[in-house]
């Protein structure tokens, strides 16, 4: 098949098309015009195309691209791609690296004649910005298609462009090789990022613009954060949902709804970089350590409830979270273990009791605990209007809200409370809690919780403890 040239073709532009002039997140692509075009608007832009630009039109990929899938304008050096997962990030890697290497013809020479590939491994660069669905070679027309060369790790054009893949692993391999354009791949979880950063700086020095395209799901990584930071680095971004188009209902349905209110929504399909609260008590990074996939016999577990003031759909949450604690021997070595996040928008009073109670029965908790402060006697009156034997202990705050999660968080820094998966709402309240207060939005009842759990497991109970006595003869 012989696929004319198209590269800088204008007859690939449909009629007036208001929306591709609007603000950015706003923009479609041609293609979702005319999707959303009467069908005699669809006919009347097919009638005016050629033959050859027919041919041409499937490998256009301005035509078919989402906006955040194409380099924004202006005369940068990096151009960061952000974005959920599945949103077409591949794609537009293999895409801009083929509008690099490729001319109008065949056999003409492009705007770069060396590209790097960088993923974290060589097998990652080769099974996925090359062999991949999205990757270079399912993208490219069959006469501009280019060859693999296994041994030397590359792709060669007809025109004679290559383009090498590396390891982000191996630094060291970046040093001698020089290029003119380079596709980073997932540099946010990169192990040697800031090395293998470094090298292909000093590598990136061919031609007259060098410049490079990374394509990642963002993590609050260093390198990454410096990158973004650079003026000379621009930015396009898009969620998960972009993409949707090219994924099963099914997993987004599934997914969103696995992960809805967590910093991993917001960052594996929202596409947006969580950075820890400076100051904050509990960073990303002691919450990681925290996570375990089992959990031990519990000597007690407990429900503890900050409730809500108000009810209906604008109410404050209801904090409600289910510790348990192993406290056998001194209580240097108690631990605790947190359950689960059954916090709640109440309709009303009774919901966010009921939501309690029904926590405790499917951990089998010794009791309830919850602040009483704003509900007083009504907390324990409406937990048992439902319940009325229900085990039941009332907290008054005498500090505030950051200085009782402080000593919390001082287990936390001693490995002596963990987590158990699906807590990522309640992770990201506590991200934003600092010495100073919280930084988020409304009020951390997921933490008051929290806190009120371990209060009442640990730093209580270890505040009254007193050594067992030891009878002598």
């Known amino acids: 098949m012989n696929v004319p040239s198209y590269r800088n073709s204008k007859v690939l532009t449909p009629p007036a098309a208001p929306s591709l002039t609007s603000a950015p997140q706003e923009r479609k692509s041609p293609a979702e015009f005319l999707a959303s075009a009467p069908p005699g608007t669809v006919t009347e832009f097919l009638d005016t195309l050629s033959d050859s630009a027919l041919a041409a039109l499937p490998w256009l990929f301005e035509f078919w691209a989402a906006p955040h899938q194409l380099p924004p304008e202006g005369a940068w050096r990096s151009w960061v791609c952000l974005g959920g997962r599945g949103a077409g990030k591949t794609r537009a890697g293999a895409e801009w690296v083929r509008a690099q290497v490729e001319g109008a013809r065949p056999h003409d020479a492009g705007a770069a ?88 700086q000093f590598a990136l020095r061919l031609g007259a613009h060098p410049r490079q395209l990374i394509t990642t799901t963002p993590r609050a990584q260093s390198t990454l954060k410096s990158i973004l930071r650079a003026p000379s680095t621009v930015m396009t971004h898009a969620a998960t949902e972009a993409n949707r188009a090219w994924l099963a ?32 008590l509990w960073p990303m990074a002691l919450l990681e350590r925290a996570r375990v996939a089992e959990v031990p ?50 309709a009303s009073p009774s919901a966010w009791a009921r939501a309690a109670l029904e926590a405790r029965a499917r951990h089998g908790a010794d009791r309830i605990v919850a602040e009483v402060n704003q509900g007083g006697d009504l907390v324990a009156e409406v937990l048992r209007q439902i319940d009325p034997l229900v085990p ?42 600092t010495a100073q207060g919280y930084r988020g939005t409304g009020s951390p009842d997921r933490v008051d919780a929290l806190v009120w759990a371990v209060q009442d497991l640990i730093l209580g109970p270890a505040a009254n403890w007193s050594r067992p006595m030891v009878r002598t003869l």
């Not at 992960?259 to 596409?271: K, V």
């Open 249 to 280: 209902p099914s997993f987004l349905e599934e997914i969103r709804a696995r992960y809805r209110g967590s910093y991993l929504e917001r960052q594996e399909l929202d596409g947006v970089l969580v950075e820890d609260t400076e100051g904050t």
């Open 113 to 200: 004649r060396r590209v790097a590939l960088v993923a974290e491994t060589y097998d990652q660069a080769r099974d996925v910005m090359v062999f991949g669905d999205s990757g270079i070679l399912a993208c490219s027309p069959p006469d501009r298609l280019p060859q693999w060369e296994a041994t030397k790790r590359r792709l060669v054009w007809p025109n004679g462009a290559i383009a090498q893949c590396f390891s982000a692993s191996d630094p060291e391999a970046l040093r001698g090789p020089q290029f003119d354009a380079a596709w980073c791949d997932e540099l946010a979880k990169w192990p040697k990022a800031a090395e293998a950063w470094d090298m292909l």
């Open 392 to 433: 039941y202990r009332a907290v008054h705050a005498a500090r505030g809200k950051a200085a009782r999660a402080e000593p919390v968080a001082a287990l936390y820094e001693q490995g002596r409370v963990a987590h158990a998966d699906r807590l990522g709402a309640l992770e990201d309240q506590m991200m934003q809690m």
């Open 297 to 346: 016999t519990l000597s007690r577990v407990v429900v503890a409830v900050d409730p809500a003031v108000s009810s209906g759909a604008r109410s404050d949450l209801c904090g409600i979270v289910v510790v348990g604690a192993v406290t056998e021997g001194p209580p240097q070595e108690w631990r605790a273990y947190v359950l689960e996040d059954a916090s709640l928008r109440a």
